[in-house]
């Protein structure tokens, strides 16, 4: 009984760890009303890196479940990003701010991610009519030559770095990883040489590309100078000058992360952020124009080169914050005027946070149950011990005793037995026929008497240790159902929000779906401990009925013995 008490006791002081919220910085700007918390995530709950990573950009991912765009300004000006300490404003640039559809896109430059560790935050402000807009932020340096991110609707692919555009116009794909992105159909997208496209001769050099491959895996992806990336019999191909590298299964239709660096002596091919191939090399000079996708039928994303040789964590970073799996960027959404402002919130807070009214009816409900479930298990597991404690110490006299079997009614002894109260039943029957004292012989027929008066008794015994077990079985077939009436009903309350708002986004659904699922998780908390509670006192309550139902027999077997006719 201490051990479930132990146990209960754990539960609960967890179930209060994961909903308490945990007190983070205070607000950078009272005039800025609303925020979304971003946190790069480098454990293993993440992406678990070595050492720390220096000179990232972050893209931040704004959607209606993680910012609240009816607080911002309609063209996002009232943006601003500040650090983990509240206090430090970051450069940022914005890559798109879609107030109608509740999408937005920011590039961040990140100092410093450290490894191991949750604790790397930065903060998007936004919530103040009165705030001016902030000069565009070249927040693309420590090394960059040339970064395409193919938002571009008309014209050529721009370079943030330089600004120049590539020939010849962009074909647009709205639908991209990041934003919009580039489609291509077996023509190629240009930079012209330039002094910045430069690299001398054993210098150092990486180069990264999102592409889509279509059906057929094959083209070439890059090409600047005597470095290429390619596709040929559907794994990623490279070249730095005479190294030639190939791995990693590209799937068509599947966005993937190429990788290429090139230094210290050695050129490696990364493909999603894992290394793929290995040789020993160096990096002959690089000059000429930047080719991209030339014979190559697909979509391309986020072209970025830089002159600095980048490290595996840097680059499974990298791959990790701009695709679509959200394990190392998270992101949640805060008020100033909040109760909770100023507070992080769990992944649970967040579910209980986006809860219709339905599905708080049903928890509701489904915790009433598991009260009422718990309190059965823990009465009921008292009762039965009492009763199993107090049935043995009895069942010891009664079998120690001799002639005198019949004088041993002494209730406080066994004030629990169930076997001392059929005992006395067997008892009062007798007295009435004074077998004790008159010595009186029993005929067949009292025996008969006397052996169902007490058979009466056990039946009721039985319904005694039975009583309020019902109530298990109620949350043991009852709680999920009632949890999945829940989900569907928050379910089917969400997909109706969005078709009335017109919003399709998943970022918009995710939040509602995840809380109704909710529903179904209760259900199955309530009767996943009933079942476990009810199988054990269904078994505890077995042995007890066996019992009774041996020490009936005894008891009648020596009554017949002792006072039977002969």
Request: aromatic share 6%.
């Amino acid at each position: 009984m201490k051990t479930l008490a132990r146990t209960l006791a754990a539960l609960t002081l967890g179930a209060a760890a994961a909903l308490a919220p945990a007190v983070s910085m205070a607000w950078w700007n009272a005039d800025w009303s609303t925020r979304a918390k971003v946190t790069l995530n480098t454990t293993a709950a993440g992406v678990e890196t070595r050492e720390a990573v220096n000179g990232l950009v972050v893209p931040v991912r704004l959607h209606s479940g993680n910012f609240d765009f009816a607080a911002a300004k309609e063209d996002g000006s009232d943006l601003r990003v500040v650090a983990a300490d509240d206090k430090t404003p970051l450069p940022f640039v914005v890559e798109r701010f879609d107030g109608i559809n509740e999408l937005a896109l920011l590039w961040v430059p990140v100092a410093a991610v450290l490894p191991g560790s949750d604790k790397n935050v930065l903060h998007v402000y936004a919530g103040n009519a009165n705030a001016a807009a902030e000069p565009a932020a070249a927040v693309f340096g420590n090394g960059h030559l040339l970064v395409a991110h193919f938002a571009e609707t008309a014209g050529g692919a721009v370079d943030v770095v330089s600004k120049a555009a590539a020939t010849p116009d962009l074909v647009p794909e709205p639908n991209g990883l990041l934003g919009g992105s580039a489609s291509l159909a077996g023509r190629s997208i240009e930079w012209a040489a330039s002094d910045r496209l430069k690299l001398a001769d054993g210098g150092t050099m990486t180069a990264s590309l999102w592409v889509k491959p279509g059906a057929a895996v094959e083209g070439s992806l890059l090409q600047w100078g005597p470095v290429k990336l390619g596709l040929a019999g559907g794994k990623a191909t490279a070249e730095v000058g005479a190294v030639k590298l190939a791995g990693g299964e590209l799937p068509p239709n599947a966005w993937v992360h190429l990788a290429l660096t090139a230094g210290g002596g050695h050129v490696r091919l990364f493909v999603n952020g894992e290394q793929a191939a290995e040789a020993a090399g160096a990096l002959p000079a690089v000059s000429g124009p930047v080719r991209v996708g030339e014979g190559f039928s697909g979509t391309v994303d986020e072209l970025v080169l830089s002159d600095s040789l980048r490290s595996a964590d840097w680059l499974r970073l990298a791959a990790a914050a701009q695709g679509s799996g959200g394990r190392f960027v998270g992101s949640v959404k805060e008020n100033h005027d909040d109760p909770v402002a100023g507070e992080e919130q769990g992944h649970m807070a967040i579910l209980v946070a986006n809860l219709t009214t339905d599905a708080w009816v049903v928890i509701i409900i489904l915790a009433v149950m598991f009260v009422l479930a718990g309190w059965v298990m823990v009465t009921k597991t008292l009762f039965v011990g009492r009763t199993d404690r107090d049935n043995r110490s009895f069942l010891l006299r009664f079998r120690e005793a001799r002639h005198d079997f019949l004088h041993l009614e002494d209730a406080k002894a066994h004030p629990s037995s169930s076997l001392y109260r059929l005992y006395l039943a067997g008892v009062r029957e007798l007295n009435k026929r004074n077998v004790d004292l008159d010595r009186k012989a029993l005929s067949g027929a009292s025996l008969d008497a006397v052996k169902a008066s007490v058979d009466a008794d056990m039946v009721r015994e039985s319904h005694h240790l039975n009583a309020k077990m019902v109530l298990l079985t109620i949350a043991i077939s009852g709680g999920p159902f009632l949890g999945l009436l829940g989900t569907v009903a928050g379910v089917m309350i969400t997909f109706a929000a969005i078709a009335a708002a017109g919003d399709v986004n998943i970022n918009a659904i995710a939040p509602g779906i995840a809380s109704a699922l909710l529903a179904t998780v209760a259900g199955l908390a309530v009767a996943i401990p009933a079942l476990f509670g009810y199988n054990y006192l269904a078994s505890r309550i077995k042995n007890i009925s066996a019992d009774m139902q041996i020490f009936v027999d005894e008891f009648v077997t020596r009554v017949a013995e002792t006072y039977g006719q002969r």
